[in-house]
């Protein structure tokens, strides 16, 4: 760990690696990405994170020069990369689909790209071999595409593109069929690499864990459009919306009208007969306006008697109990139904565990827990 | 294995006598000892001596081939271009038109084919000659490697293209070195046909040819015409043989190619 915080976004004499601006992607009539503006700095880690469909994919391409942006610009080290072709632009892509060659062993593979510069024959090998080793396929050199599993074809497709060490490196689901071991260890591997060759990384993922554990900025995408770009702790604990708290992590929602009682403290209330809850927000609320309040499962609380000193408190029955080694999630039913969720960590073993189902509960959180969106 | 119903076995029989048995009698009367096409006396090979002592029919052969290998690699280009900007292209002005006008040939009768070449070759002072006769069958061979190749190509992934651009490569060097090797078979079915095509043309040859070079169908057919000779049966075995293995190794290259293809895909869907 360097001794100055990573945070180039926060800098604003920062200059972007890549910048996106207005860009709009059509295919005929269907808008794929949508007037999106974005920087992404030298040396970061981005992932992009969202829905099947949403355009991750497309972005990646217009990144590497294989789609053209239908409106807008797209600027690598502040030069428009509209003109260059993409095997003048120094980026590689880790393709979805992997697009091995099948005619070409799991070696000649790596060495496509190595052999198109005009790197010595003696280094090409030793940079092949630390391709190889580096993603374990040692023993399976000599072999075609078609002859290994899965989970080994997208470890020739991440070698392939690490391979020519560029300065930028698209990886688009590049984990997704290996098994949780392997994938650690490579995103592992994968934060190691950046962190030696300085390379900025552009990774596409369905798996919001993986975002949260290698990003260092993470952009939740939904339908062409960017939700949210934030590093991921800023994404887990302060949501834009109830879309991305909903998308990453698990989280109740609770809908209801806000009331400013107090400086940035505001009563929620949250249907008939049900006592008000109390928020903070620094987001201001008009008198009455809708809300929606996320709080993560492990910010709230179980306990058999009602404390005393919480600032909210709601009393239900344990509905179902997920046991996840760990932690242990509570599903508590209210008695008009909702159900709210509630983690605890399981210091104790299971025999002793006070609470089972059917048990009558208190849940409760700080008037900080959570989150006010306004949708 | 399931056994054929008797209906199907007379089917079969019946399909297949009337599709070889003039085959077969030709090719065992090219051993026939007599000078009579049609008395048998025993067998020898002495008929395939003499056809190699023959020198007009060795000169044809030796047209032939040279035809047949000029034309049908002339077509193998231009066809596999053909194919390349059909299927790549996308849409662009009177594509229709143009893979329309690609496949017309195919259907085309020989004799107007055959025909409106002579016109234009007549028409531009061309001399009729091996060079006449090879224009010819590239014209018309060249639609059939096309067909064949743009639909190897249809199904080929562009994705592998643009790794390669990805990773460096031109354009030229893409399409040499990974999308060339992985159509490669379709190529070579493409070239086999359109060299069997040119072997046993006819038609074509006889509008085209000159004085100067006759192919050997040509000589064969004139040659019948005086009467058959069992000198004609030899030489027309030695041509189905040839034909025979070369349709046989262009079916044997494309399955062996369609079933690589079906594994790599198979695989493909396991890893996705
Ligand atoms: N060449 C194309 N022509 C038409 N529509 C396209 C084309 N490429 C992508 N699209 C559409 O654009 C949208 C975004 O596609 P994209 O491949 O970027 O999705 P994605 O976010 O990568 O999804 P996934 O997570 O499933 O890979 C999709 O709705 C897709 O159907
Ligand atoms: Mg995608």
């Given at each position: 760990?360097?001794?100055?915080?990573?945070?180039?976004?926060?800098?604003?004499?920062?200059?972007?690696?890549?910048?996106?601006?207005?860009?709009?992607?059509?295919?005929?009539?269907?808008?794929?990405?949508?007037?999106?503006?974005?920087?992404?700095?030298?040396?970061?880690?981005?992932?992009?994170?969202?829905?099947?469909?949403?355009?991750?994919?497309?972005?990646?391409?217009?990144?590497?020069?294989?789609?053209?942006?239908?409106?807008?610009?797209?600027?690598?080290?502040?030069?428009?990369?509209?003109p260059?072709?993409?095997?003048?632009?120094?980026?590689?892509?880790?393709?979805?689909s992997?697009?091995?060659?099948?005619?070409?062993?799991?070696?000649?593979?790596?060495?496509?790209?190595?052999?198109?510069?005009?790197?010595?024959?003696?280094?090409?090998?030793?940079?092949?071999?630390?391709?190889?080793?580096?993603?374990?396929?040692?023993?399976?050199?000599?072999?075609?595409?078609?002859?290994?599993?899965?989970?080994?074809?997208?470890?020739?497709?991440?070698?392939?593109?690490?391979a020519?060490?560029?300065?930028?490196?698209?990886?688009?689901?590049?984990?997704?069929?290996?098994?949780?071991?392997?994938?650690?260890d490579?995103?592992?591997?994968?934060?190691?690499?950046?962190?030696?060759?300085?390379?900025?990384?552009?990774?596409?993922?369905?798996d919001?864990?993986?975002?949260?554990?290698?990003?260092?900025?993470?952009?939740?995408?939904?339908?062409?459009?960017?939700?949210?770009?934030?590093?991921?702790?800023?994404?887990?604990?302060?949501?834009?919306?109830v879309?991305?708290?909903?998308?990453?992590?698990?989280?109740?929602?609770?809908?209801?009208?806000?009331?400013?009682?107090?400086?940035?403290?505001?009563?929620?209330?949250?249907?008939?007969?049900?006592?008000?809850?109390?928020?903070?927000?620094?987001?201001?609320?008009?008198?009455g306006?809708?809300?929606?309040?996320?709080?993560?499962?492990?910010?709230?609380?179980?306990?058999a008697?009602?404390?005393?000193?919480?600032?909210?408190?709601?009393?239900?029955?344990?509905?179902?109990?997920?046991?996840?080694?760990?932690?242990?999630?509570?599903?508590?039913?209210?008695?008009?139904?909702?159900?709210?969720?509630?983690?605890?960590?399981?210091?104790?073993?299971?025999?002793?565990?006070?609470?089972?189902w059917?048990?009558?509960?208190?849940?409760?959180?700080?008037?900080?827990?959570?989150?006010?969106?306004?949708? | 294995?399931?056994?054929?119903?008797?209906?199907n076995?007379?089917?079969?029989?019946?399909?297949?006598?009337?599709?070889?048995?003039?085959?077969?009698?030709?090719?065992?009367?090219?051993?026939?000892?007599?000078?009579?096409?049609?008395?048998?006396?025993?067998?020898?090979?002495?008929?395939?001596?003499?056809?190699?002592?023959?020198?007009?029919?060795?000169?044809?052969?030796?047209?032939?081939?040279?035809?047949?290998?000029?034309s049908?690699?002339?077509?193998?280009?231009?066809?596999?271009?053909?194919?390349?900007?059909?299927?790549?292209?996308?849409?662009?002005?009177?594509?229709?038109?143009?893979?329309?006008?690609?496949?017309?040939?195919?259907?085309?009768?020989?004799?107007?084919?055959?025909?409106?070449?002579?016109?234009?070759?007549?028409?531009?002072?061309?001399?009729?000659?091996?060079?006449?006769?090879?224009?010819?069958?590239?014209?018309?061979?060249?639609?059939?490697?096309?067909?064949?190749?743009?639909?190897?190509?249809?199904?080929?992934?562009?994705?592998?293209?643009?790794?390669a651009?990805?990773?460096?490569?031109?354009?030229?060097?893409?399409?040499?070195?990974?999308?060339?090797?992985i159509?490669?078979?379709?190529?070579?079915?493409?070239?086999?046909?359109?060299?069997?095509?040119?072997?046993?043309?006819?038609?074509?040859?006889?509008?085209?040819?000159?004085?100067?070079?006759?192919?050997?169908?040509?000589?064969?057919?004139?040659?019948?015409?005086?009467?058959?000779?069992?000198?004609?049966?030899?030489?027309?075995?030695?041509?189905?043989?040839?034909?025979?293995?070369?349709?046989?190794?262009?079916?044997?290259?494309?399955?062996?190619?369609?079933?690589?293809?079906?594994?790599?895909?198979?695989?493909?869907?396991?890893?996705?």
């Amino acid at each position: 760990m360097g001794t100055k915080v990573f945070a180039p976004w926060d800098d604003p004499n920062a200059k972007p690696l890549i910048q996106f601006r207005n860009v709009t992607k059509r295919f005929g009539e269907f808008t794929a990405i949508d007037d999106l503006t974005l920087d992404i700095f030298e040396r970061e880690f981005f992932a992009l994170l969202g829905p099947s469909g949403c355009g991750k994919t497309t972005m990646m391409r217009m990144l590497a020069g294989f789609e053209k942006p239908t409106e807008g610009q797209i600027l690598l080290a502040g030069q428009d990369i509209d003109p260059i072709p993409p095997n003048k632009r120094a980026v590689n892509m880790m393709f979805q689909s992997y697009a091995l060659f099948p005619h070409l062993t799991v070696y000649e593979n790596i060495a496509f790209g190595l052999r198109r510069g005009n790197m010595p024959k003696h280094d090409l090998h030793d940079r092949v071999q630390e391709m190889l080793r580096l993603t374990r396929l040692e023993k399976f050199a000599g072999r075609k595409p078609h002859q290994i599993s899965g989970g080994q074809r997208q470890r020739v497709a991440l070698a392939r593109s690490l391979a020519k060490a560029p300065k930028l490196l698209l990886l688009d689901e590049p984990l997704g069929a290996l098994d949780k071991k392997l994938r650690q260890d490579t995103q592992f591997e994968l934060m190691d690499i950046q962190e030696k060759t300085g390379t900025t990384f552009v990774i596409v993922t369905h798996d919001q864990e993986e975002a949260m554990t290698v990003a260092s900025r993470v952009a939740v995408m939904n339908d062409g459009k960017l939700v949210q770009v934030a590093t991921p702790d800023r994404l887990y604990e302060t949501p834009n919306s109830v879309y991305v708290a909903d998308f990453i992590g698990d989280v109740n929602i609770i809908e209801g009208h806000a009331t400013a009682t107090g400086e940035e403290t505001y009563r929620i209330d949250w249907g008939e007969g049900r006592e008000p809850l109390t928020a903070k927000s620094a987001q201001p609320f008009s008198a009455g306006q809708a809300c929606h309040l996320a709080i993560r499962p492990e910010k709230v609380t179980i306990t058999a008697e009602r404390p005393t000193d919480a600032d909210n408190a709601v009393q239900g029955r344990v509905h179902d109990i997920a046991y996840l080694g760990n932690l242990s999630t509570y599903h508590v039913e209210l008695p008009d139904g909702t159900i709210i969720k509630a983690q605890s960590a399981n210091t104790r073993r299971i025999a002793r565990r006070s609470f089972t189902w059917e048990d009558t509960v208190w849940l409760s959180w700080t008037a900080t827990a959570g989150v006010l969106l306004a949708e | 294995m399931t056994r054929l119903s008797w209906f199907n076995t007379v089917s079969l029989t019946l399909g297949f006598a009337f599709l070889y048995i003039p085959m077969i009698i030709l090719v065992v009367y090219s051993f026939n000892e007599s000078k009579l096409v049609t008395v048998w006396a025993g067998f020898s090979t002495k008929w395939y001596g003499e056809l190699v002592r023959n020198e007009a029919f060795l000169d044809a052969a030796w047209v032939t081939v040279k035809v047949a290998v000029f034309s049908s690699t002339i077509a193998t280009i231009l066809g596999t271009m053909a194919a390349l900007v059909l299927v790549r292209a996308g849409r662009f002005l009177g594509r229709t038109l143009f893979s329309g006008m690609i496949y017309a040939p195919l259907v085309m009768p020989e004799v107007i084919t055959g025909l409106s070449l002579l016109l234009l070759f007549i028409g531009i002072g061309l001399d009729r000659g091996i060079l006449t006769i090879v224009l010819a069958h590239t014209t018309f061979s060249m639609c059939y490697v096309s067909v064949v190749v743009s639909s190897r190509l249809v199904s080929f992934d562009r994705s592998l293209e643009e790794a390669a651009l990805d990773l460096g490569a031109s354009q030229a060097e893409a399409f040499r070195l990974v999308t060339l090797p992985i159509i490669a078979p379709a190529v070579i079915s493409g070239w086999l046909l359109a060299f069997t095509l040119s072997l046993d043309d006819l038609v074509i040859a006889s509008f085209t040819a000159g004085p100067s070079a006759t192919t050997l169908p040509i000589k064969i057919f004139s040659a019948v015409r005086l009467g058959v000779s069992p000198e004609i049966n030899a030489l027309s075995t030695i041509m189905i043989a040839i034909v025979t293995v070369g349709v046989i190794t262009a079916s044997l290259v494309t399955k062996r190619a369609m079933v690589r293809q079906q594994q790599d895909e198979q695989a493909a869907i396991r890893a996705g």
